[in-house]
């Protein structure tokens, strides 16, 4: 389950998250930004430590200001700085995944480690007319209490230190709602926000929000300040939906491919608000979104009765691991698909580590208490191909900035040519009917919009074609630029999935069951 080629002495450490052949993979992967799940120092729950277990995730913070020691490889906390040193020298940005909404003291019964003894009234939201009892916002047994204006500055400098001293980019924010929240409930122009936004130092960071809690008014996907980030669930969910053939899906992913500006349009926001996901570390892995239906948690030693019950997954007729080759091609066409929705979307995607490789934790969709094979990345069986896959959507999205506008396209005609940002058709090219309940197929074409002073400079567009359907269909192509023909880049069904293939004609045929992509290139006869 290891990566063999990083040094033995080092592996699980901080030093060997930024070695060498970590680096070159994330560098052949593309990534520019690295999200850590929480390093703040935690401690394991007790009723973990009795079933042999421990807290693998590190939702459970007890040192605002320090980094967990197991991670400690042979320089200790210098080996973090060194870390973060490495990633920015490699282009890439760290981004933390912080707890401030709860701390690892729990509820009533748990123990007195820091600010329950310091100042529990202070610290901690209580129950009103009932003291001894803590607000759970969280589900965790208490809610940490950033109204008072000591404990929000103890978050603050916490922020602080991160960037000024450890030298961090940005955070996700847990349970970012409870953040929010005041005494009349959340509040987007609350204490919190206005404390970073003045905030020389963290307004310049990249900020991300996990928009919901379990509280009152705690689902706020959509809701927070223009500076934030948020992960967009609803992506993930209609990507799921839609590939697993739900009726009304269509219509749905229609919205998401475009940066979902029903829900972030609002204040002045952009498109990259929403940071799209297929899977993230809570939930099944995109191999296990293919290979189950049900959630296989019973490692956990909760009666398998933990983590989500609504995974929106497929496993093609067998649940787990098969010899079948027809399901296994499936599976894996399954995830191509996925992967080339998410990186062909407007918006910031986001990629779960080990899915690049078809990374399973054999239906554990909760893992958050496997320190052990479930949990670890499975080094040994990556799916090299589907790494190359990766690799090349990323630099596909990357080479075509009409994939990744900051602003939002509402098929607004181009001051330079007449034609719209965006424009959507079915296979015979005519009108998409969004109001067809049958609808299960999508054309769109994507080019530059004009942005404050109009420059098409860089003339790109693409042309995308999701085929959810099991029969193969000739597609017409969109009319082109004279001097320009279409050439097809991505292919999820083909063999070689980035063959050039150039059209002459007016149509292309496109498999069953696969995503296409083709761009407009110039003719040989105008370059």
């Known amino acids: ?97 912080v707890v401030y909404n709860h701390t690892a003291e729990g509820d009533h019964r748990g123990p007195t480690l820091s600010y329950r003894g310091l100042d529990n009234a202070s610290y901690y939201r209580l129950i009103s007319g009932q003291p001894r009892f803590y607000v759970n916002d969280t589900g965790t047994g208490n809610t940490v209490n950033l109204s008072n ?39 987007p122009r609350g204490g919190f926000f206005d404390a970073i936004r003045q905030d020389p130092v963290l307004a310049e960071t990249r900020l991300i929000a996990e928009p919901w809690d379990i509280g009152p008014g705690g689902y706020q996907l959509g809701g927070f300040p223009p500076e934030f980030s948020e992960w967009n669930d609803s992506y993930r969910d209609t990507v799921r939906r839609y590939w697993r053939g739900d009726h ?125 094979a479930i949990g670890w990345l499975n080094w040994a069986d990556a799916d090299d191909d589907l790494v190359e896959f990766v690799a090349r959507l990323s630099d596909f999205r990357r080479r075509h900035p009409c994939l990744n506008q900051s602003q939002f396209l509402h098929s607004r005609l181009r001051q330079s040519d007449g034609l719209p940002d965006v424009e959507w058709s079915d296979f015979k090219g005519d009108a998409l009917q969004w109001r067809d309940p049958g609808l299960s197929n999508l054309c769109l074409t ?17 042309f995308i074609v999701f085929n959810r359907d099991g029969d193969d269909a000739t597609v017409r192509l969109p009319k082109i630029r004279k001097g320009h023909h279409w050439v097809r880049a991505i292919d999820t069904a083909a063999t070689d999935v980035f063959a050039v293939c150039e059209f002459d004609g007016e149509s292309m045929l496109v498999a069953g069951h696969s995503v296409v992509a083709a761009v407009s290139q110039p003719d040989e006869s105008q370059r």
């Open 248 to 372: 009304h899906s269509a219509q749905e992913l229609g919205a998401r491919l475009l940066g979902s500006a029903d829900k972030f349009e609002t204040g002045g926001r952009r498109a990259w608000a929403s940071v799209n996901f297929i899977t993230s570390h809570d939930g099944f892995t995109l191999a296990d979104v293919t290979r189950y239906n049900e959630r296989h948690n019973h490692a956990n030693g909760e009666n398998g009765a933990d983590g989500h019950h609504t995974n929106l997954s497929d496993n093609f007729g067998v649940e787990g691991e098969t010899d079948d080759r027809e399901i296994r091609a499936q599976r894996a066409l399954r995830q191509r698909n996925m992967l080339a929705t998410l990186f062909l979307s407007q918006g910031t995607p986001m990629l779960l580590a080990g899915d690049e490789f078809s990374n399973s934790q054999e239906g554990n969709n909760n893992a958050y208490a496997q320190d052990n």
């Open 446 to 462: 994507l080019r530059m919009a004009d942005g404050p002073i109009p420059n098409n400079s860089h003339d790109d567009t693409v």
């Open 1 to 97: 389950m290891e990566n063999t080629n990083v040094a033995a002495e080092v592996r699980g450490t901080y030093e060997a998250l930024a070695s060498e052949p970590m680096l070159e993979h994330l560098q052949k992967l593309g990534i520019t930004a690295i999200e850590l799940l929480p390093v703040h120092s935690f401690i394991d729950d007790g009723f973990l430590l009795k079933k042999g277990l421990r807290n693998y995730w590190g939702y459970n913070t007890i040192g605002f200001f320090a980094p967990e020691p197991r991670y400690f490889g042979p320089q200790g906390m210098i080996g973090f700085r060194n870390m973060v040193r490495r990633f920015h020298a490699a282009g890439i940005k760290v981004i933390l995944d």
């Open 149 to 187: 204006p000591h404990v929000l500055r103890l978050v603050m400098d916490s922020l602080r230190f991160w960037v000024q001293q450890m030298g961090i980019d940005g955070f996700r924010f847990d349970l970012a709602t409870t953040l929010g929240r005041e005494d009349h409930g959340f509040d």
